[in-house]
């Protein structure tokens, strides 16, 4: 069973929706938001696995509601003719739907979804969830006329540049409005580490350890970004790779 | 038949006519003309109509008016001294044959002779050539400037054509989506929301057709799209009209004030959490039409900085077409968290 929350300004497009999940036994609808900041506190009261998202609605758009939040859940977005969006969509192949939604494609759209849920299960066994951001977890970031969702297993890098973050992965390396503190908080220390004041690296990205001034290490990241460990944080390194 | 020859064998004709007459006054006016010096100069200017023709067939051979400038100059210098040589060397066989033998040449060698009868014939071809590929370069630059107003023309045809026919595909779909929803709530309001629709529909194909339609015809449709917008936006959406019956007669451009109307949709009401009022007033100021679109919201110079400026700009390119500039269009913040259009026109005195 899963739980879903559908976003949408229109009262009748979430009704049309609530009626043509309720063909879905293996969707349960736990709520309605109207706007990006009622579908913020939803998401975080009801945790839903699950949000059908409207990309224009007043104040806050779709795309902007999913960069604040911490972490994104599945979404399928919904749009009745948006040419930008669609634009988006086709660079990054996220899942939409055109309103009025044909049930076709609504139940494709679901079962891909459950299809990377199974993949999701079997990698999620191997580590307990603590609160923390985990591999498995997506982040929504967007870059202009681009869009990702980004699975944290497929950063390399995060690098701290005022208040924002830039996120590499791929060989994409977009800002997003979080500070690299915030991050470090939030990011599983086993996988994630600050490597100094500026960077938090992926340590499954790590090719190559070699010492470096001053009791320091450089490592050297699979896509060739070389990053310096400061004095301080290469004791804990060391300490955490002799496990 | 005059009327059958073309004006490339006119200009040879009289080309060649005005070399003959030229040559016939030098000489006759600085000395005695020589024997055959006539038949001689009838026979070099034949040839030259006929040497110029094959020149020419060899410039549409090679294609030399279609290349780059620089190519054409250095095609206009080959084909001039290869077409002069021979120009020049048959010229002094035929002066041979006829026995035309100036006293004056007399005294140098047939080489020399030669090669002085394909220098003049050089200046003779170069003039030919200058005249002829200025003759195209001038034609061509005329007919690419007729292409390109011919091209603008249709463009700005085109352009009304669309602004006219305009209805955001985004709202029809959004209805449409409103409209299944509530085959099941509410079955007599979606019957009634289809209709709605098609008459926007319908009426959208037709304004391409008409100048302008009258007022009451166009607030019937507004009427229809506003019930539409109000069907998705529910409480969000208040609407006020405020119509002077007398102005329903009025001619007004087709689809003009939909298009208002729609814009104070997008902007003043589905961008704002709690929605907002729309207002229509229609009546006569002074001796001109005042049609007006209030929306809550505020401008924040989107006009300048959004693709809508092309919406506002347009509908004033429409006005200016229609109204010879005697109709006016202004957006502007008012008191009281509002926006307002209006159309200021002439009235009609059609009844």
């Excluded at chain 1, 009626?19 to 938001?33: C, H, N, Q, R, Y």
């Excluded at chain 1, 699979?222 to 400061?230: C, D, F, L, Q, T």
């Excluded at chain 2, 021979?86 to 090669?115: C, H, S, W």
């Amino acid at each position: 069973m899963h739980k879903a929350i559908i976003i949408d300004d229109e009262r009748l497009a979430r009704n049309e929706l609530k009626k043509l999940l309720s063909d879905f036994p293996d969707i349960e609808v736990v709520g309605e938001a109207a706007n990006a900041a009622e579908g913020i506190e939803k998401i975080e009261s009801l945790s839903p696995d699950l949000i059908f998202l409207d990309i224009q609605m007043p104040g806050k758009t779709g795309f902007d509601m999913l960069m604040e939040l911490e972490r994104a859940p599945h979404v399928i977005f919904t749009t009745a003719y948006d040419e930008f969006a669609l634009k988006a969509f086709e660079v990054n192949a996220l899942d939409y739907l055109m309103k009025p939604v044909e049930p076709k494609r609504l139940a494709d759209a679901i079962n891909k979804l459950q299809q990377a849920e199974e993949k999701e299960l079997a990698a999620a066994m191997v580590g307990i969830n603590r609160g923390m951001l985990g591999e498995n977890d997506q982040v929504f970031v967007k870059d202009g006329e681009r869009c990702w969702f980004v699975k944290l297993g497929e950063v390399r890098l995060f690098e701290s540049v005022g208040n924002y973050a830039k996120v590499y992965f791929g060989s994409n390396k977009p800002l997003i409005l979080k500070s690299l503190n915030a991050l470090e908080d939030k990011l599983d220390e086993r996988i994630f580490f600050r490597a100094n004041r500026k960077h938090i690296i992926n340590m499954r990205m790590i090719e190559k350890v070699e010492p470096y001034f001053n009791g320091g290490l450089l490592l050297d990241l699979k896509a060739g970004e070389k990053i310096e460990v400061s004095r301080r944080q290469a004791v804990k390194f060391k300490e955490m790779m002799s496990l | 038949m005059l009327n059958n020859i073309s004006r490339y064998w006119w200009c040879q004709i009289i080309g060649w006519s005005i070399n003959i007459a030229v040559s016939i006054f030098f000489v006759t006016t600085f000395g005695e003309p020589d024997n055959h010096f006539f038949l001689s100069l009838l026979l070099t200017c034949l040839l030259g109509v006929l040497i110029t023709h094959i020149m020419r067939l060899n410039i549409h051979g090679l294609k030399v008016l279609n290349k780059p400038i620089k190519k054409q100059l250095i095609y206009l210098v080959g084909l001039t001294i290869i077409f002069s040589i021979f120009f020049g060397v048959i010229t002094e066989a035929i002066d041979y044959l006829i026995g035309y033998n100036p006293d004056k040449l007399q005294k140098y060698t047939k080489m020399q002779r030669l090669f002085f009868s394909s220098f003049n014939s050089m200046w003779l071809l170069l003039v030919w050539n200058m005249l002829y590929y200025i003759y195209h370069y001038v034609e061509r630059n005329r007919t690419q400037e007729l292409d390109t107003l011919r091209l603008e023309a249709m463009v700005k045809s085109l352009e009304l054509k669309t602004i006219k026919s305009h209805i955001n595909p985004h709202f029809i779909f959004n209805a449409l989506n409103s409209i299944r929803a509530l085959v099941d709530e509410n079955p007599q309001r979606a019957r009634t929301a289809i209709t709605e629709l098609s008459n926007i529909l319908r009426s959208s194909l037709q304004a391409e057709k008409m100048e302008t339609v009258p007022l009451r015809q166009e607030l019937d449709i507004v009427q229809d799209y506003l019930a539409l917008e109000h069907m998705r936006f529910e409480e969000r959406l208040t609407i006020e009209m405020s119509i002077d019956e007398d102005t329903l007669n009025q001619p007004i451009p087709p689809m003009m004030l939909q298009t208002l109307v729609e814009n104070a949709i997008k902007h003043g009401i589905s961008k704002n959490i709690n929605g907002g009022t729309i207002k229509i007033i229609s009546d006569f100021k002074e001796d001109h039409h005042e049609l007006t679109v209030q929306n809550s919201g505020t401008l924040n110079g989107y006009i300048v900085h959004s693709k809508d400026g092309f919406g506002i700009k347009s509908t004033q390119e429409r006005l200016n077409l229609l109204y010879q500039g005697k109709a006016n269009f202004q957006i502007r913040d008012i008191t009281g968290g509002m926006v307002e259009s209006k159309i200021i026109m002439p009235v009609s005195n059609i009844l």
